[in-house]
């Protein structure tokens, strides 16, 4: 394993000053020696010139939130992480690696949920490169394997929850998203480390039932609502009807046995649960007849 180190490096314009000096006391000297006819400094001074021509070399710029990483003959020598202009081994490579913030959003995988139903579901990652030599020597490509991670890591959590609640207090991909991207977070960061990645957010980006089943999930859907403003409906009414009943029974309206009470109940019921207009019937008689 890799860890990041800051890499020597020099001032790139004290240095360009120090080899154009170099370069032209290189080329005055060697005037001189031909002049002189010296066969061996001729030499010494045409291999001068050829040092400093090969320190030309080493010059590289480094832009904000940029990084540069030093390998010299297969050796990790450390990384340039500073803005500015710099000198360093000529005969070393540097690799760039960007340190901006990159968003990437998967493509829309078909997974099973929870319970077996197939979704399609997708999700969009921001993340930064924090450790420049994890990214270059832990993996091969740290860009591809952000986005295989990413899908891997979306795969397990959509199989892992149901798409809807079925039960009260039960965690759900569309009913509870914060939670759910809080999850996706904790777990691409975990399959990431090695690669030098720090994930700044995840959250999914799309959530649907798959085609073939999306029409029965939405009657489904509709059912479950029906059902639900009816059983508001009917503790509505039970209530209503109750509070109608104590209310003649305090004020003394009329006394109703337990047949006719029934019958006022179930009248009432009708009238308050149906969705449907109910048309009233007089009783021009008594109240038994």
Known sequence: MFREKMARSASGWLMIFLLMAGMAGGIAGLVFAARAQDAWSVVGWSLGLT??????????????????VVVLLGNYLGTLKSPGFWWVNPLTTRARVSLRVRNFESARLKVNDHTG????????????VVETAEAMFNVDDYENFVKVQTEAAVR???????????????????????????????EIQDRLEKAGVQVLEAR??????????????????????????????VEGAVGMVEMALDMLSKKHVVEL???????????????LCSDQHTQPVVNTGTLYQ
Not at 257 to 271: G, I, Q
């Open 257 to 271: 046995d337990n047949e006719r009470k029934a019958a006022m109940v179930s009248n009432m019921l009708v009238v």
């Open 51 to 68: 040092i400093v021509g090969i320190c030309f070399g080493g010059f590289t710029t480094v832009n904000p939130n940029e990084a540069r």
């Open 204 to 233: 999914i980006s799309h959530l649907a039932y798959a085609p073939e089943i999306a029409g029965a999930m939405l009657r489904r859907q509709q059912a479950s609502a029906i059902v639900a403003a009816r059983q508001k409906f």
């Open 117 to 128: 139903n197939p979704i399609e579901i997708a999700a969009i990652v921001v993340w930064q």
């Open 156 to 186: 397990n959590l959509a199989a892992s929850y149901p798409y809807d609640a079925h039960q009260d207090g039960e965690k759900a991909l569309r009913s509870h998203a914060a939670e759910i991207a809080a999850e996706m977070r904790r």
